[in-house]
């Protein structure tokens, strides 16, 4: 294999997906996916409902498996099933829509259990590390508290410490701020802009185009399953090459 030149800051490709398809029933709603995310890299992924962007975010972690292509991360195709898919669902950090996180335990032990049961932490450096997490996100004061009793702003950011206390070497994203109230998306935003300017590598699927604008480092935009375009949130923003772009486009923006 001959070592390809590689742009400054990064070691390669982290997650490469190629001639990606999958169906559900009669609907093909990842049609020939070949998509690259270097390390430290930020891609967003937008698009209209429907196009495949949450398909496509949890084919990486294999939480949707894929009729026909290959997923790799870090140069190792997705493990089927077992021991290898848990180790590599921690190597990809993944935040949903739904915060997802344990009702019947507190934001501490939310974002300790993983670090003891699948990194094999002791308990002590996990609280400690999660401790860090939760002030990170701004939320170090709520570690005592059930998920019911935070915001859900307050909650999505324990889902994002929860998923950065694994040490991942991705981040994904599927519409974190989809479910909240609009005062507390940016608390969230602010959280996600933060790890990119940190180099934490990202994919994210958001309806937020100022984020998209201002956090990513390619717009990935998806459209009937395939990608339409990909390019710099510059290029996109202002001068989008397709007609479906352009007619997404100016649907957000000026409405």
């Not at 972690?61 to 991360?73: F, K, P, Q, V, Y």
């Not at 290898?84 to 993944?94: N, P, Q």
């Not at 998209?212 to 399953?225: E, L």
Request: hydrophobic residues 40%.
């Amino acid at each position: 294999m001959v070592k390809t030149h590689e742009t400054p800051g990064t070691h390669g490709d982290l997650v490469v997906l190629s001639n990606v398809n999958k169906h559900f029933g009669a609907l093909h709603v990842l049609k020939d996916i070949n998509l690259r995310i270097a390390r430290g890299e930020v891609v967003v992924v937008i698009g209209p409902s429907g196009g495949g962007k949450s398909t496509l975010c949890r084919a990486i972690n294999r939480l949707e498996t894929i009729d026909s292509g290959e997923i790799a991360i870090d140069g190792k195709p997705l493990p089927a099933e077992g021991r290898e898919l848990a180790a590599l669902r921690a190597d990809v950090g993944m935040v949903f829509q739904s915060f997802n996180l344990f009702a019947h335990k507190t934001v501490l032990q939310n974002v300790t259990l993983g670090q003891i049961k699948v990194r094999k932490k002791d308990k002590h450096a996990a609280e400690e590390r999660a401790r860090a997490l939760l002030d990170r996100v701004g939320v170090a004061s709520q570690a005592d508290k059930y998920p019911a009793q935070l915001s859900g702003g307050q909650q999505q950011r324990v889902a994002i410490a929860r998923a950065l206390a694994m040490e991942p070497k991705i981040m994904l994203f599927d519409e974190p701020t989809s479910a909240l109230d609009p005062e507390m998306i940016n608390e969230v935003l602010e959280v996600m802009q933060q790890l990119a300017r940190e180099g934490m590598t990202m994919a994210v699927v958001t309806h937020e185009m100022g984020f998209a604008r201002s956090a990513a480092n390619r717009v990935v935009f998806m459209a009937d399953g395939r990608i339409v375009e990909e390019t710099t949130p510059d290029q996109f923003f202002s001068n989008p090459r397709t007609d479906r772009a352009k007619d997404f486009l100016s649907k957000i923006l000026h409405h």
